[in-house]
């Protein structure tokens, strides 16, 4: 991962000390609320329903056992005790004193980390794929290309005061696991002619108006990539809608203008750029490469460590169902990614204690060369394991509620805070991830359903990704009263798509049923070893809306 130099920590520790001078005056009622409020947002700081929020920055999820550590006190001695991970592979705080923020930013920087642009209308954390750098169906490693966009967005004095907050996700394989395709820039790196480019997508988003991102560029070749972004925000910074925060995201402004418009402008600002100083030199890539270079693999027999694996199994099944389900192929023999689940029955997806954080740290350091990742769906990879070690990281996961073998399954939903805390909640997230979990307690039938996507956003601003759940929950303000719409059929994958609104919301008490009932019509009708997405689209919601709907 990308270590600080002095240059870096100088910036970080010079934001510190400006926002502690900016908290005190604001506290001492020398400055304005409007006046203080973007001052806080560029340094993660959200003043939610009843605490403040801090929003911590993780790039694209990476973090080191010391970051790990630190982030466990700070929650133990700033907060209630525990935190939260994100859909942006950040970690948020969600009960800090607001006198107290200074002190924890300044922790922070003590350990190479921030809270910078985590909140704003400015470029957002970058997002990649949690197995970058080992899975095995990977073009190249995507996280190298995240550090340079990280380091060129951060601070970029152009674009702290976009129309809209700005959101960029990278992926190095052919199989999305960053959703690029519902970002604002989404970045896909593919081989042409044995060279490295991208594939670029513009205009996604989820929120009041889903959209997908549109191809903008088939093949950008390696070193244009910072200049080309350049381009693409420059006309979104000029031409985006400031006079309707609803309409302010580049996805509107590339549907006004339509594509071939939008992509004509970016040419022509890229035209007087694309050789400038943003040019990525092979010097430049081979900088960025060296944060990530592969750590000391040892040589390990394969085979001899999966049979190992294999005679655990075959003793015990819960062991097996783990590893079936929360782990994932390594590009390096004798090597495995794990997934460390933080949704066992009763915990709020996303959800881990300042016990948990050390755990993961300890963890991290015995079984994994002391890093972890933060993934989109919640949780946490594990991404250099060597295999024979695997059943031992098993029993010591377990003790600390990290072993639920639900990766992929309906219970490993991704949940937003919801009203519980967000003041722009309509309706609770968390209690109703925690029915659900609560009625799907079977594993043997979550397992037979497949891999099956349930995601649940609080409000329309879409923090859960319900646009993109094979099954996803919305709660809506009905006069006062709390109702969750269902949308069925989303994709967050290659083949990204959006769910459709199966009709009326029901009652938070009726929706474990509703469920169940969405659930019974994809057992009838599927076909052998069919998803339920493939399921859906094939049968169309006629039949779903038939049997959830019947008593009505």
Known sequence: MYIYDDYDRK???????????????????????????????????????????????????????????????????????????TTRQNLQLNWPRLEEVPDILAELAQVDMHAVQTSGKCIRNI????????????????????????????????????????KVAVSGSETDRAAIQVHDIGIQLVRQNNAIGYRIYVGGGLGRIPVLGSV????????????????????????????????????????????????????KEWAHTKDGVQQLTPASLDWARRFFSAPAYQIIDHETAQTKVDQHAARDKHFSRWVE????????????????????VGVPPGDVTNQQLEAIADLADRYSFGEARATRAQNVVLADVQLEQLHELWLAAKQQGFATP???????????????????????????????????????????????????????NACGHHHIGNIGILGVDKKGEEYYQIQLGGDSGKSARFGKVLGPGFNPKDVPEIVARILSV???????????????????????????????
């Open 11 to 85: 910036i970080v520790n010079e934001r510190v000390t400006q926002f502690r001078d900016q908290t005190r005056r604001y506290l001492a009622g020398t400055l304005a609320e409007e006046e203080f409020l973007p001052l806080r947002l560029q340094n993660g700081l959200y003043v939610q329903r009843l605490a403040p929020m801090l929003r911590i920055a993780v790039p694209y999820g990476m973090l080191n056992s010391t970051q790990l550590r630190r982030l466990a006190r700070i929650t133990r001695d700033y907060d209630k005790g525990y935190a939260h991970f």
């Open 325 to 344: 389900h929360n782990t994932h192929p390594h590009r390096v023999p004798g090597y495995i990614s794990v997934v460390l689940s933080t949704k066992p």
């Open 127 to 166: 997002t990649s794929d949690p197995f970058a750098g080992v899975a095995k169906d990977e073009v190249a490693d995507p996280r190298p290309y995240c550090e340079l966009i990280r380091q060129w967005s951060t601070l970029h004095p152009e674009f702290a005061f976009l129309p809209h907050k700005f």
């Open 406 to 460: 639900n990766i992929g399954t309906l219970t490993d939903m991704v949940c937003c805070p919801g009203g519980d805390f967000c003041t722009l909640a309509n309706a609770k997230s968390t209690p109703i991830a925690a029915a659900i979990q609560k009625k799907f307690d079977d594993m043997d039938y979550l397992y037979d359903l497949g891999n099956l996507d349930l995601n649940i956003s609080g409000c329309m």
């Open 522 to 552: 994809f057992v009838e009708y599927r076909q052998t070893e069919e998803l339920f997405v493939d399921t859906y689209h094939r049968i169309g919601p006629g039949p779903f809306k038939e049997r959830v709907y019947a008593t009505k």
């Open 216 to 267: 903008m560029r088939e093949f950008l070749p390696e070193q244009d990539l910072l200049s080309y972004l350049e381009a693409i925000v420059r006309v979104y910074n000029l031409l985006g809608r400031r006079d309707n925060r609803h309409k302010g995201r580049i996805k509107i402004l590339v549907r006004s203008l339509g594509v071939v418009v939008f992509a004509q402008k970016v040419e």
